[in-house]
């Protein structure tokens, strides 16, 4: 992956989620998670994942972070944000991307690469529809950069899907 539209910035955040993800795990929950910035690179919403079972499985740390990030800023401040997540958005999670309004999504760890890690586990039937793919049939743009930094990002899943 080209990284010419990637700050140092970006990639701090980027990290940040990273070790979100492992303290997701060290929780006892998917190792995931999530944060929406402001035009600024302020953090405005962070969310690691909250669906294992029992339990709603649409509580991912994606969902929850855009929405969280919608609650307090306007639409135009939404269009101007960006998510970064330690995983690429699955389909579900790329909706809420849309329907909140986030103007860019900068990943780490590639569905392709979460698919190897996981396999055919149970609490991760994995898609194979790039967030790319979703965003692609709206009606507005959204910038996407990922994936980067995907053997850091693998390290929280080492062992957890076994």
């Given at each position: 992956?080209?990284?010419?539209?990637?700050?140092?910035?970006?990639?701090?955040?980027?990290?940040?989620?990273?070790?979100?993800?492992?303290?997701?795990?060290?929780r006892?929950?998917?190792?995931?998670?999530?944060?929406?910035?402001?035009?600024?690179?302020?953090?405005?919403?962070?969310?690691?994942?909250?669906?294992m079972?029992?339990?709603?499985?649409?509580?991912?740390?994606?969902l929850?972070?855009?929405?969280?990030?919608?609650?307090?800023?306007?639409?135009?401040?939404?269009?101007?944000?960006?998510?970064?997540?330690?995983?690429?958005?699955?389909?579900?999670?790329?909706?809420?991307?849309y329907?909140?309004?986030?103007?860019?999504?900068?990943?780490?760890?590639?569905?392709?690469?979460?698919?190897?890690l996981?396999?055919?586990?149970?609490?991760?039937?994995?898609?194979?529809?790039?967030?790319?793919?979703?965003?692609?049939?709206?009606?507005?743009?959204?910038?996407?950069?990922?994936?980067?930094?995907?053997?850091?990002?693998?390290?929280?899943?080492?062992?957890?899907?076994?």
């Open positions: 992956m080209s990284t010419e539209n990637v700050s140092s910035t970006d990639l701090a955040l980027l990290r940040e989620t990273i070790a979100l993800s492992a303290d997701s795990r060290n006892g929950r998917h190792p995931f998670a999530a944060l929406v910035a402001d035009e600024h690179g302020r953090v405005v919403a962070r969310a690691g994942n909250n669906s079972p029992p339990g709603d499985p649409t509580q991912h740390a994606e929850l972070a855009v929405a969280a990030a919608a609650k307090v800023l306007s639409p135009e401040q939404m269009a101007k944000s960006t998510l970064f997540t330690s995983a690429e958005p699955c389909c579900m999670c790329a909706g809420a991307v329907w909140t309004n986030v103007g860019r999504v900068v990943y780490a760890l590639s569905e392709h690469r979460l698919l190897e996981t396999g055919a586990h149970p609490e991760n039937p994995t898609f194979s529809l790039p967030c790319r793919e979703v965003f692609a049939r709206g009606q507005r743009p959204i910038g996407v950069v990922g994936p980067l930094l995907e053997d850091e990002a693998s390290v929280p899943h080492h062992g957890f899907w076994k």
